[in-house]
């Protein structure tokens, strides 16, 4: 398989409140992986290529979510039973103001020291 990345993504479970659709309906999620780029979230709900999400996601230490759009690139099902169906989620950062896009990239930097002290 081709690696078509463009930035390295790391491992991490950080909670998300998702806006999905116009009518923003609210889901919660976890946010699996991370790159300046994009990320993976776990979802309870199917989404269609190129849907729109508002994103907030919880900054350990932090009191004020990191606050962002996305699109969705792919979704695949995880687990498909009677009552519970759950999606990974690969979704394309859109639109993140000044602010929030300093203290997004401190977190992606933790998250690589994080890396780097293990090796």
């Known amino acids: 398989m081709i690696e078509r990345r463009i930035s390295a993504r790391f491992n991490t479970m950080l909670k998300t409140l998702c806006g999905i659709g116009r009518e923003k309906i ?15 979230l776990i979802l309870d709900v199917p989404l269609d290529r ?11 230490g ?4 990191i606050f962002m759009s996305a699109r969705v690139a792919w979704q695949k ?3 498909s039973e009677p009552k519970k169906k ?3 989620t690969g979704v394309k950062f859109a639109q993140i103001d000044e ?3 300093g203290r997004f990239f401190e977190l992606i ?7 780097y002290e293990r090796e």
Not at 50 to 60: A, G, I, K, N, Q
Not at 62 to 65: C, G, H
Not at 109 to 115: A, G, I, N, R
Request: glycine share 2%; net charge negative.
């Open 26 to 40: 609210k889901s919660s999620s976890e946010l699996k992986n991370i790159s300046k780029e994009g990320a993976l």
């Open 50 to 60: 190129d849907s729109e999400l508002d994103l907030s996601v919880d900054v350990p």
């Open 62 to 65: 932090d009191n004020v979510p």
């Open 77 to 79: 099902e995880l687990i």
């Open 86 to 88: 759950i999606y990974e």
């Open 99 to 101: 602010f929030d896009r």
């Open 109 to 115: 930097c933790s998250q690589w020291l994080k890396l």
